[in-house]
């Protein structure tokens, strides 16, 4: 029933773009396109009920600003498999989106349409890898008194992917997948203590390096294991 209403949504979200911007509009009313592909996650697991949206993002005197057009829209099946038949527009941003949850890594697929049409007028995204995430909480307390500071980082991959294609070849360099990211926090009499949390990709590994009292720096390492969340705490 949920997979039904959202169809629905999508439809109505269509119907309503073509009967507002009228002749403004360049959507191909006669062409649509098929979006296929399978999801599965760092296991080689389907991801099932993962969604899958087509939009387009245009600039028009009606809306008055750049606004993002949704043109299709679908779920995953058991198999992670999944079909969309969308609406087609020449577009210089063009994407396809999945998401399946807080707790899985978002993808999105991105192209320029406006002199490219896919063969067959289909995008088949193939196999894409969806990373389980698992929520670390942190905290960093000091119990060694007044006078003391720590200056940390924790450094971790996000398991978000863009992935930018140009005729239907994928541009690595515009592309960003599973990047390094960086959280820094410093404490002292003013903030002696934090906690904190953030998302990171289950089987990667998270590094703390820390300088206490401006000492030369020191790194621990953990591994992000296969629960909803990760408990780290460290006292100074």
């Given at each position: 029933m949920t997979h039904i209403?959202?169809?629905?949504?999508?439809?109505?979200?269509?119907?309503?773009?073509?009967?507002?911007?009228?002749?403004?509009?360049?959507?191909e009313d006669n062409t649509r396109i098929l979006v296929n592909g399978v999801i599965k996650d760092q296991s080689d697991l389907a991801v099932q009920d993962a969604q899958i949206n087509v939009y387009t993002r245009r600039v028009t005197s009606f809306l008055g600003g750049e606004s993002e057009f949704l043109l299709g829209s679908n779920f995953s099946d058991s198999n992670g498999e999944f079909s969309v038949v969308s609406l087609f527009d020449e577009d210089e941003d063009f994407s396809i989106e999945i998401d399946a949850g807080e707790t899985y890594s978002k993808y999105v697929y991105r192209t320029n349409t406006v002199d490219f049409t896919p063969t067959d007028f289909t995008?088949?995204?193939?196999t894409v890898t969806l990373q389980k995430l698992s929520k670390v909480n942190y905290?960093?307390?000091?119990?060694?008194?007044?006078?003391?500071s720590i200056q940390y980082t924790f450094r971790f991959i996000n398991g978000f992917c863009s992935e930018v294609y140009e005729q239907g070849v994928l541009n690595p360099e515009?592309?960003?997948?599973?990047?390094?990211?960086?959280l820094n926090g410093s404490l002292n009499d003013n903030n002696p203590d934090r906690e904190g949390s953030f998302d990171a990709p289950i089987g990667t590994q998270v590094e703390f390096?820390?300088?206490?009292?401006?000492?030369?720096e020191t790194t621990e390492i953990f591994t992000i294991n296969d629960n909803s969340?990760?408990?780290?705490?460290?006292?100074?």
């Amino acid at each position: 029933m949920t997979h039904i209403k959202a169809r629905l949504r999508a439809i109505l979200v269509c119907f309503l773009i073509i009967s507002l911007l009228g002749c403004e509009t360049r959507f191909e009313d006669n062409t649509r396109i098929l979006v296929n592909g399978v999801i599965k996650d760092q296991s080689d697991l389907a991801v099932q009920d993962a969604q899958i949206n087509v939009y387009t993002r245009r600039v028009t005197s009606f809306l008055g600003g750049e606004s993002e057009f949704l043109l299709g829209s679908n779920f995953s099946d058991s198999n992670g498999e999944f079909s969309v038949v969308s609406l087609f527009d020449e577009d210089e941003d063009f994407s396809i989106e999945i998401d399946a949850g807080e707790t899985y890594s978002k993808y999105v697929y991105r192209t320029n349409t406006v002199d490219f049409t896919p063969t067959d007028f289909t995008f088949n995204l193939e196999t894409v890898t969806l990373q389980k995430l698992s929520k670390v909480n942190y905290s960093v307390t000091r119990t060694s008194g007044d006078g003391n500071s720590i200056q940390y980082t924790f450094r971790f991959i996000n398991g978000f992917c863009s992935e930018v294609y140009e005729q239907g070849v994928l541009n690595p360099e515009e592309s960003q997948c599973n990047t390094l990211q960086f959280l820094n926090g410093s404490l002292n009499d003013n903030n002696p203590d934090r906690e904190g949390s953030f998302d990171a990709p289950i089987g990667t590994q998270v590094e703390f390096t820390y300088s206490i009292n401006e000492a030369p720096e020191t790194t621990e390492i953990f591994t992000i294991n296969d629960n909803s969340v990760n408990e780290f705490t460290f006292t100074y």
